[in-house]
């Protein structure tokens, strides 16, 4: 199936890099241009260090392709986390990923990134009694944490999205929507305003090693640095002397309508809140800056099958809004989400000033950026406490294929029924 990225053709932070196709000595090397690269590339930036980030494009990979939601948190609930990290570290976890969307805002308030930023709030909508549950059970957990949240009844979870489908919904005020892509291309903008060399169409070939330092080839050049970061999530392609991120690999597709006229526009999402569901296979929905409505959900649409995607896209869009029936389906696209087996984001040691960051499973932007300064601050001071999990030596995702398949199976065969 064509694709079409709504958040490429609709970018207004237009920027571009040069290839590297010379030789240069940096103090940090940063391999992978999207949420966590730019911001440890910027950090380490504004710290002093002197700091190249290299990519095929900025925001290539799951970052340019993201639904676009600033929430808190991960997926999980906060004691969940903690069960599985144990509780000091968990809360450690759970405490720096509640900041993460003041620090995306912030980002894009003091660089001015034109990222159509609205920070007007998230719902997690409850698709039924069991996912009211879910949502109550969170917002107990959050709220005994700190979190400033309100839990929805249906009525009023119908007037904020135009839609009676769901049972309540936990709304977050600090979360917000953003385009992830130029969210991205600002943090690029923004690195290299601070004196970041910013090399595109440049991808590591083989990384080495050698006196405590890093060597970091290219086709056409090579980067010499003291410290070295891994940030290509679920984009990594095959690297001499690198071992490849372990990981299950998750794809999501989105499509989104044409741009709603006005009247339709407010009986959809009034307050313009990013919205996920409880479903086990999820979807998400938003509206853009100019009010187009985007539905995503679990699903490969680089499959024979993927029409089943879409055309369940088409069926949700009318069930949740049936005044939007018929409406046009302008953007079709996906993504790969790198899902760790406990869905906990991993950070791997390569060695002396050395990681790797990746896993986030589906929630970026956020813990992205998070991690992403997080690490620079590690390198900067030598200091693995920076760090928001402990680092790892080593990392294996046993039976990520099949557990790939098996998820785009299931989501396959719910989007056809």
């Given amino acids: 199936m064509h694709q079409k990225n709504l958040w490429q053709e609709t970018s207004k932070e237009k920027i571009t890099f040069g290839n590297l196709n010379k030789s240069i000595t940096t103090d940090l090397v940063v391999v992978g241009a999207g949420f966590t690269g730019c ?71 003091n660089y001015g990134i034109n990222c159509s930023a609205k920070r007007s709030g998230t719902l997690h909508c409850a698709h039924s009694e069991k996912g009211l549950k879910d949502i109550q059970l969170r917002f107990k957990q959050l709220s005994e944490r700190g979190a400033e949240l309100e839990l929805l009844d249906k009525h009023q979870t119908e007037q904020r999205i135009g839609s009676s489908k769901f049972f309540g919904s936990l709304f977050n005020k600090k979360a917000g929507i953003i385009n992830p892509l ?11 305003s601070n004196g970041v060399n910013i090399y595109e169409s440049t991808l590591a070939t083989k990384i080495q090693s050698i006196n405590n330092e890093w060597l970091v080839k290219t086709s056409e050049g090579s980067i010499k640095a003291k410290m070295l970061l891994i940030a290509t999530n679920a984009y990594q392609k095959p690297i001499e002397g690198l071992n490849p991120s372990q990981y299950t690999s998750v794809q999501y597709f989105q499509v989104a309508t044409k741009a709603l006229p006005l009247d339709l526009a407010k009986s959809v999402l009034p307050n313009t809140e990013g919205c996920w569901d409880t479903a086990s296979v999820m979807s998400s929905f938003r509206l853009d800056a100019d009010n187009r409505l985007i539905i995503g959900g679990i699903g490969n649409l680089g499959h024979s099958a993927s029409k089943i995607h879409t055309n369940w896209a088409r069926r949700k869009v ?100």
């Fill in 39 to 109: 911001s440890a590339a910027l950090f380490a930036a504004k710290s002093g260090l002197s700091v190249a980030l290299i990519d095929q494009k900025i925001g290539y990979g799951g970052s340019g392709r993201n639904v676009g939601l600033v929430n808190a948190g991960l997926w999980m609930p906060p004691e969940t986390v903690e069960n599985i990290l144990g509780l000091d570290a968990g809360v450690k976890l759970n405490n720096a990923l509640a900041k993460a969307p003041d620090l995306v805002f912030s980002l894009i308030d």
């Fill in 182 to 192: 130029d969210y991205c291309l600002g943090l690029a903008k923004a690195a290299k």
């Fill in 318 to 417: 009318e069930s949740l809004f049936p005044q939007l029936t018929n409406i046009a389906i302008d953007f079709s696209w996906h993504g790969r989400i790198a899902m760790t087996d406990d869905h906990i984001p991993k950070i791997l040691r390569l060695g002396n000033n050395a990681y790797s960051v990746f896993g986030y499973s589906g929630r970026g932007i956020g813990p992205g950026t998070y991690f992403g300064k997080a690490v620079s601050d590690c390198l900067i001071t030598g200091d693995e406490n920076f760090l928001p999990v402990d680092p790892l030596d080593n990392y294996q995702e046993p039976l990520s294929r099949i557990k790939g398949g098996i998820i785009e199976f299931g989501a396959t065969v719910s989007h056809l029924l």
